[in-house]
């Protein structure tokens, strides 16, 4: 059996563990709201540009 089997891991580990987590969330969470606000952006351009069309095709009819 490993020295190491019984024994439990050290505060400073368990913490050092907890703060990996929390920077790793926050990193994701920081990619995920990039990536929301890029798309909001494209879809925003997509949606005027569509409604431009529109209101073109109305404003050519008689």
Request: proline share 5%.
């Amino acid at each position: 059996m490993p020295a190491s089997a019984g024994k439990e891991r050290s505060p400073r580990r368990r913490g050092q563990t907890a703060v990996e987590y929390i920077l790793v969330t926050l990193a994701l969470l920081m990619a995920f709201v990039m990536i929301y606000r890029v798309m909001q952006w494209y879809l925003t351009g997509q949606f005027r540009a569509g409604g431009l069309i529109i209101m073109r095709k109305y404003e050519a009819l008689p």
